[in-house]
């Protein structure tokens, strides 16, 4: 699966790991951006799925593609590998 970001047509902006299949998109682990008083933030978009899957319709989506690394990074500090390119953005994702 691919990371990729979504923007779907209820006005959520997704980061997701993504598997296109037809006219269905598979989402593992998607997380929608939130802003706090420390910046921006991640929380889940289907926080209530069983093991943090779902699928949705492309017709839902309005675009997607690759999110910036300060993003991906913070992405995959919580469900990647762990691994990072330095960057100097403020991506807070709650534990």
């Not at 998109?25 to 706090?36: A, D, Q, R, T």
């Amino acid at each position: 699966m691919k990371i990729e970001y979504l923007k779907i047509t209820t006005g959520e902006d997704i980061i997701t790991q993504a598997e296109h299949d037809g006219n269905l998109v598979h989402l593992k682990n998607p997380m929608i951006f939130g802003l706090s008083r420390e910046g921006v933030g991640m929380i889940p978009y289907a926080p209530f799925a069983r093991d943090a899957k779902i699928t949705i319709k492309k017709e839902h989506i309005v675009g997607f593609g690759e999110p910036e690394d300060e993003i991906k990074n913070a992405y995959n500090s919580k469900f990647g590998s762990g691994i990072v390119v330095a960057s100097s953005g403020n991506i807070q994702i709650p534990s």
